[in-house]
């Protein structure tokens, strides 16, 4: 296949995701090496269609096209300036967040909020709303961003900061769909140290309680263990970088980055044992978790994991902070039904899914799934955004986060089907822009401001060339 002179691959290239559950073939991938090119690969098709791939690592079908599908790599510079008294940081859309870090940390600076992998690029990360723990979205932070989009009429490439106002709001966080992100503008902080700890908690109310300590703290519900594990994160004043601090994160490397997802591939993947994967949670596991280390690191070392080293699917769904209670007993009373047919869910259980329509559905989940790795659950304040997962309100939102390393299971595709669709129906819980979600559950009242938002979109974008779809069929897009 032979490079075109706009930089790119015309036609045939089969693109995936980092999950493998989105393939397509673009009628054409680019690599612009400057803004200018990328304005006229995008004057050239905007009758096809444009998309920015960023590094493929959403789980929903954000990037797919049959249009322009772009690749902005080589837009990467990152530079650091003062203005008012802040320290800004300014870094070209296609750069991974691991470079802008490295860069900043060398100069004694890092980010207000990390995600949970750095991989991902800059212009990827804010248009999904990318989050941590304990803080807003990495979205939130957005000072301005640099906007490849069209005119009124829709005929001629226009590019523009967005610094204030309902604009900004929306851009921070726009699923690419009101134009090409080149270049953003972060508000920076001065690198700190967060202390970790990790362990057990008998009840949610127990865990939840913790956070007043540590506030920058995630934590697990253990499939078929059906207790939880707490990391509690907090900044710190002390230094660090003790010998025991330095065999802490080799530990968790070792034992939890890789050991773990070695295990849970062998049982649940090559062996697919559900008597294995029910055993090692709930008798094994336990013994691998060392409770005692308070390690101390760099924050941008120690709130980031290495989920990246092994291909998986996610859905990921999020619960105003009120829900969380039972918005959790519902998921895992779920989860043990479709790992027992014999389990009984709770009067609760039943009565909230009678109520939205899914209780006779439940049969169709019964004894089909034994999940095989930890429910991961993120706390993310509110965003000063339009969409962001977490925008909207005064109640702190809570992440659920379903993973699964059986990525070609149909069973698993029907278990988080109906686990989104509960939760979206009863809490009216807002999927991740960048994981998978039961799209047909999508409704306008998920996103309050999300018709606000689209009126924005078709501002920038009259001749919907960003809009395509994914982002075409949102609720309010096309009218």
Same mark, same amino acid.
């Given at each position: 296949?032979?490079?075109?002179?706009?930089?790119?691959?015309?036609?045939?290239?089969?693109?995936?995701?980092?999950?493998?559950?989105?393939?397509?073939?673009?009628?054409?991938?680019?690599?612009?090496?400057?803004?200018?090119?990328? /304005?006229?690969?995008?004057?050239?098709?905007?009758?096809?269609?444009?998309?920015?791939?960023?590094?493929?690592?959403?789980?929903?079908?954000?990037?797919?096209?049959?249009?322009?599908?772009?690749?902005?790599?080589?837009?990467?510079?990152?530079?650091?300036?003062?203005?008012?008294?802040?320290?800004?940081?300014?870094?070209?859309?296609?750069?991974?967040?691991?470079?802008?870090?490295?860069?900043?940390?060398?100069?004694?600076?890092?980010?207000?909020?990390?995600?949970?992998?750095?991989?991902?690029?800059?212009?990827?990360?804010?248009?999904?709303?990318?989050?941590?723990?304990?803080?807003?979205?990495?979205? @939130?932070?957005? &000072?301005?961003?640099?906007?490849?989009?069209?005119?009124?009429?829709?005929?001629?490439?226009?590019?523009?900061?967005?610094?204030?106002?309902?604009?900004?709001?929306?851009?921070?966080?726009?699923?690419?769909?009101?134009?090409?992100?080149?270049?953003?503008?972060?508000?920076?902080?001065? &690198?700190?140290?967060?202390?970790?700890?990790?362990?057990?908690?008998?009840?949610?109310?127990?865990?939840?309680?913790?956070?007043?300590?540590?506030?920058? &703290?995630?934590?697990?519900?253990?499939?078929?263990?059906?207790?939880?594990?707490?990391?509690?994160?907090?900044?710190?004043?002390?230094?660090?970088?003790?010998?025991?601090?330095?065999?802490?994160?080799?530990?968790? %490397?070792?034992?939890?980055?890789i050991g773990l997802h070695l295990v849970v591939l062998l049982m649940a993947v090559f062996l697919r044992s559900r008597v294995l994967v029910r055993l090692f949670f709930s008798t094994l596991m336990p013994w691998t978790v060392v409770t005692s280390w308070r390690p101390i690191d760099r924050s941008d070392r120690q709130l980031v994991m290495e989920h990246e080293l092994f291909r998986h699917v996610e859905e990921e769904l999020f619960v105003r902070r009120s829900d969380l209670p039972s918005a959790m007993a519902l998921v895992e009373d779920?989860?043990?039904?479709?790992?027992?047919?014999?389990?009984?869910?709770?009067?609760?259980?039943?009565?909230?899914?009678?109520?939205?329509?899914?209780?006779?559905?439940?049969?169709?989940?019964?004894?089909?799934?034994? @999940?095989?790795?930890?429910? /991961?659950?993120?706390?993310?304040?509110?965003?000063?955004?339009?969409?962001?997962?977490?925008?909207?309100?005064?109640?702190?939102?809570?992440?659920?986060?379903?993973?699964?390393?059986?990525?070609?299971?149909?069973?698993?595709?029907?278990?988080?089907?109906?686990?989104?669709?509960?939760?979206?129906?009863?809490?009216?819980?807002?999927? @991740?822009?960048?994981?998978? %979600?039961?799209?047909?559950?999508?409704?306008?009242?998920?996103?309050?401001?999300?018709?606000?938002? /689209?009126?924005?979109?078709?501002? /920038?974008?009259?001749?919907?060339?960003?809009?395509?779809?994914?982002?075409? &069929?949102?609720?309010?897009?096309?009218?």
């Open positions: 296949m032979a490079l075109d002179s706009g930089g790119g691959v015309r036609g045939g290239r089969e693109v995936s995701n980092f999950g493998g559950n989105v393939r397509f073939r673009p009628g054409r991938l680019a690599v612009p090496r400057s803004e200018a090119e990328v /304005c006229r690969l995008v004057l050239e098709h905007r009758a096809d269609g444009v998309r920015v791939a960023g590094s493929r690592h959403a789980w929903s079908p954000l990037i797919r096209t049959s249009g322009l599908l772009l690749d902005l790599r080589h837009l990467d510079a990152v530079r650091l300036y003062e203005e008012g008294g802040r320290v800004l940081v300014s870094v070209g859309g296609g750069c991974r967040i691991s470079r802008l870090l490295a860069y900043l940390n060398d100069r004694g600076l890092t980010l207000p909020s990390v995600g949970l992998i750095t991989e991902q690029t800059v212009a990827g990360a804010i248009s999904t709303a990318t989050h941590g723990s304990g803080r807003h979205s990495l979205s @939130h932070y957005v &000072q301005r961003v640099r906007l490849v989009h069209f005119d009124g009429g829709g005929g001629e490439v226009v590019v523009r900061w967005i610094d204030s106002g309902e604009e900004l709001r929306a851009v921070r966080c726009s699923l690419g769909a009101m134009g090409v992100i080149t270049e953003v503008v972060f508000a920076v902080v001065p &690198q700190y140290r967060v202390q970790e700890q990790l362990v057990p908690a008998g009840t949610l109310p127990e865990v939840l309680r913790m956070e007043s300590e540590t506030p920058l &703290q995630q934590f697990f519900l253990v499939p078929h263990l059906w207790r939880f594990y707490v990391q509690r994160r907090a900044e710190t004043a002390e230094p660090g970088g003790r010998l025991t601090d330095q065999l802490y994160r080799l530990y968790w %490397f070792l034992m939890m980055d779920l989860l043990r039904v479709a790992d027992d047919r014999t389990w009984r869910l709770s009067e609760a259980s039943s009565e909230q899914l009678r109520r939205v329509g899914l209780l006779g559905d439940v049969s169709e989940i019964e004894g089909c799934w034994s @999940h095989h790795y930890p429910i /991961c659950v993120r706390r993310v304040r509110v965003d000063d955004a339009l969409i962001s997962m977490s925008s909207g309100g005064s109640e702190d939102w809570y992440s659920i986060s379903l993973i699964n390393y059986q990525r070609e299971s149909a069973e698993f595709w029907r278990f988080a089907g109906f686990v989104g669709a509960a939760l979206m129906r009863i809490y009216g819980a807002r999927p @991740h822009w960048g994981k998978w %979600f039961p799209e047909g559950e999508l409704r306008l009242e998920h996103y309050p401001e999300l018709g606000r938002f /689209c009126e924005l979109v078709r501002h /920038c974008d009259p001749a919907g060339v960003f809009r395509r779809g994914f982002v075409g &069929q949102l609720p309010g897009m096309s009218e």
